[in-house]
C-alpha cells in the first residue's frame, strides 16, 4: 500500500518536474535531459543513487555540487578521465575511484551531464555533444 | 524473513513497558563490585532489541566514529575517519557512573578505522600505518604526543583503505589491507572488463598481514602475509575458544553493472555472500577469481575470470563459516565472552552491518547488529538480528538516508555491548536487563 502511494508521489513529482522543465527549457534540452535519465539509471545511480544523494564517505553527491554546476570543461573531464582523490562537499570527504566513462559517446555524456545539471535541484546550462567532443580532443 | 521481523516488532512492543528499568552491570564477570545501575534510555535508544535487553546512547554526535575499544575500568577509546580539531582518537570518560559520557579529550592527528586495547597498550591506525601507546594501570594514555609506530607504508589508493586490527595472545596484530579494487578487472569497475591473472592486488593487499606488536616501523617485508584472498575485511576478531583468527569479508559489487548479460539487477542484489571466514595462516579466500552464493551454498567462477553465474571454481580456497546476505557490509565482529547476556550469546559472534549501498533499484539492507550463536567455534544455530532499528523508521532506499549506521563492537568489563555509529558518531550501550 506504502508502495503504491509512494510509486503514485513519485510519478506526480516525475511529472510536474517535466512540466517544469518543458516551461524552461528548449525542446533539444528536455529530450537531452530524458536521454540522460535512462543513462543516468543505468550507469550513475548505482554509485551516486537513484536520488542522487551518494553514499556516505565514499560516493559523493550530486546535488549543487562546485563539479556539478561548476566549470564544464571540469565536468566533462570527471566523466572522461574518472577521478581518484579526496573529494570534498560541504565539510564532507569522499574517498573512492570513479571509473572513466570514456566509452561514452560524446552524446551520452552530454545527455547524462544534461540530466544531472536540471535534475535532483539543479539547475546549470545544458552541456552539448559539441563540448564534450572538443575536451575529449584535448586529452588524447 | 520479513515475517520475522514482524513478530520481533511485536514482541518489542511488548516488552516496552519494561524499558526504563535498570540493568544490573555489576554481575558475575565482577565478583565483589557493587551493582552499579546503569539507567537504558526510555526509548532504548532508538533500537529495537530482544526481551530482556535495554540500550541508552552513552554520546551523540562525535562525528565520524569507526571502531571502538572498551578498557577494563569501562572507559572508551573511539577511532574518528579523520581528526576533529587535530584530534583522531577521542577518549570517553564517564565520571559519575550513570552511563552517560561526561568528559571527553582527544589526541592522535590522523583519521583511521582501527582501534584495540590488549594488556598495556592502545593500538590505532591510520590508512597506512599503525601505532601503539603505552597505558597506565587504569588503562589510561601515558603520553599521548608520543606513540611508537609499529607498522608504516601500508597501501592506500581510496578505496577500501581501513586498517583494521586485531591482537592474539602471543604479541601478534593482524591488520587487514584492502583491495584497491572491486574484482581486479583491468579497468576497475568498468562494464566487461576482464579481469587480469595472476591479480597484482594481491601481492600488497587483498589480505591479512601478520606483523609483532611490539616492533617498531615493520613495513611489508617485516610481516607475515597471514591470509589472502580477502577483498577487503572490516570487522575481525581473535576467537579466544578457538585461538584463531575470524574475519568478515566485504564482498564484490555490481555484478549486473559490470556484466548485465549475465546477471539481472535482482541477482546483482543478492550475490555474492558476505562471509566469516576462519583463517589460519596460508589461507586463501579465493578473491577475486571466486565469489559465494549463499543460495546455491557454493563458490562461483567470477564473471571477470569466464564465469556466467552457473560455473563453479576455487576448490582449494576456503569455505565460508557463515554466508549472509549480500552487500550488507560487515564493518564489526565480536566474539562475546562477557556474562551479562544470557548464556546462549557466551562465545558467540556479534557482527555490525553498516548496511548497503548496491542493491537498488531494491530497498537496501543491514544496518543493524547480527548474532550468530557459537558452540566449540563453530557455529551452532543460525544467525539472527540482534540490534535494529539504527537506521530510523522506514526503508532504505539509499544509504545516505540512515540516521545511524553500526560500524564498530566492544565489549565492557560488566558485559555491556557497546556499537559505534559512523554517521553521527553515537555510541550505544546495551546491556541485559532481566534476572
Known sequence: ?140 | MHKMSKMFVLAVIATAGISTSYAYTGGPDKPGATEIPVKTDADNAGLKLPAGFGALKAIDGLGHTRHIAVTSSGEIYVKLDRPKDGKGILFLQDTNGDGKIDKQTGFGNYGGTGIYVKGDYLYASSNTEVFRYKLDAKQHVINTETPEKIITGLIDRHQHESKSLTLDNNGNIYVNIGAYSNSCQVKDRTKGSMGMKPCPVLDSAAGIWQFKADKANQTYGDGVHYATGLRNVVGLDWNQQQNQLFVMQHGRDQLHDLFPDLYTEKQSADLPAECMYAVKKGSDCGWPYIYYDPEKHKKMLAPEYGGDGVKTAGESAEDPVVAFPAHMAPNGLLFYTGKQFPEKYRNGAFIAFHGSWNRSPEDQAGYFVVFVPFRDGKPSGKWEVFADGFAGPGPVKSPGQALHRPCGLAQGPDGSLYVSDDVKGTVYRIVYKAK
Open chain 1, 1 to 140: 500500500m506504502k508502495k503504491i502511494l509512494m510509486a503514485g508521489m513519485m510519478v506526480v513529482m516525475a511529472l510536474s518536474a517535466a512540466a517544469q522543465v518543458k516551461k524552461q527549457a528548449p525542446a533539444g534540452t528536455t529530450a537531452s535531459i530524458a536521454r540522460g535519465k535512462v543513462l543516468y539509471k543505468q550507469i550513475c545511480a548505482t554509485c551516486h543513487q537513484a536520488d542522487a544523494t551518494g553514499v556516505p564517505r565514499m560516493n559523493p553527491p550530486l546535488i549543487k555540487t562546485k563539479y556539478v554546476l561548476g566549470d564544464k570543461t571540469k565536468l566533462i573531464k570527471v566523466l572522461l578521465l574518472g577521478l581518484n582523490e579526496d573529494v570534498e562537499i560541504e565539510g564532507e570527504y569522499y574517498s573512492n575511484p570513479m571509473p572513466s566513462q570514456a566509452t561514452l559517446k560524446d552524446e551520452e555524456i552530454a545527455d547524462v551531464l544534461t540530466f544531472v545539471r536540471n535534475s535532483f535541484g539543479n539547475k546549470a546550462p545544458a552541456i552539448t555533444p559539441g563540448q564534450v567532443k572538443a575536451v575529449r580532443a584535448t586529452i588524447k
